[in-house]
């Protein structure tokens, strides 16, 4: 069975950093991308960022450029979300999922994905 | 960054009836569009990927097609099982983008 499992998320004051750990079980990791995802209480989906099977690359949305850091390591079968001078606009359940290679649509999309944590930055 | 916009923004409708979701992307993405289903309290579930591929057991009544600006999720016969927000999402460019999301209810 595929699990990906989130931890890592709770509450936050502005300014403060936060680390969040996704393990993954069940499919070999070095084979896929890994991507966040977040959902503001009550909103849609953003993608936050990915990063590559070996770790060389990773992209990120622009809000959050130069204040997060997705890393991996493959010998744990984990991916983790380095989360920097947090803001409220951050607050929001985390989801880890895969992504298999993008250089067709028959691959390139979200799945599996974790179960959430929650992120909640307020003084 | 491409915009995908998704109509209706909510919709009520009964057991057994068809239903269809548009999406629109603001350029061209070729069949770089997925669809997911998700329940409250839930993480999205992928029901189609490259616009018109069913992703392995999910129900054939839904379907999906497009290509280009233009795609659409339909459910071929509503179940009770299916009252959920859908969202459409772009994976032609980075950042990806996610269409706002349609809220199913039941009539």
């Known amino acids: 069975e595929v699990q990906l499992v989130e931890s890592g998320g709770g509450l936050v004051q502005p300014g403060g950093s936060l680390r969040l750990s996704c393990a993954v079980s069940?499919?070999?990791?070095?084979?896929?991308?890994m991507a966040w995802v977040r959902q503001a209480p009550g909103k849609g989906l953003e993608w936050v960022g990915n990063i590559m099977q070996d770790g060389s690359e990773t992209y990120y949305v622009g809000s959050v450029k130069g204040r997060f850091t997705i890393s991996r390591d493959n010998a744990k079968n984990s991916v983790y979300l380095q989360m920097n001078s947090l803001r409220a606009e951050d607050t929001a359940v985390y989801y880890c999922a895969a992504r298999g290679d993008c250089y067709s649509p028959g691959a390139c999309f979200f799945d599996p994905w974790g179960q959430g944590t929650l992120v909640t930055v307020s003084s | 960054d491409i915009q995908m916009t998704q109509s209706p923004t909510s919709l009520s409708a009964p057991v057994g009836d068809r239903v269809t979701i548009t999406c629109r992307a603001s350029?061209?993405?070729?069949?770089?569009l997925n669809w997911y289903q998700q329940k409250p309290g839930k993480a999205p579930k992928l029901l189609i990927y490259g616009a018109s591929s069913l992703q392995g057991g999910v129900p054939s009544r839904f379907s999906g097609s497009g290509s280009g600006t233009d795609f659409t999720l339909t459910i071929s016969s509503l179940q009770p099982e299916d009252f959920a927000t859908y969202f459409c999402q772009q994976s032609y460019q980075t950042p990806y983008t996610f269409g706002q999301g349609t809220k199913l209810e039941i009539k």
């Open positions: 069940g499919l070999t990791f070095n084979n896929y991308w």
């Open positions: 350029q061209r993405i070729s069949t770089f």
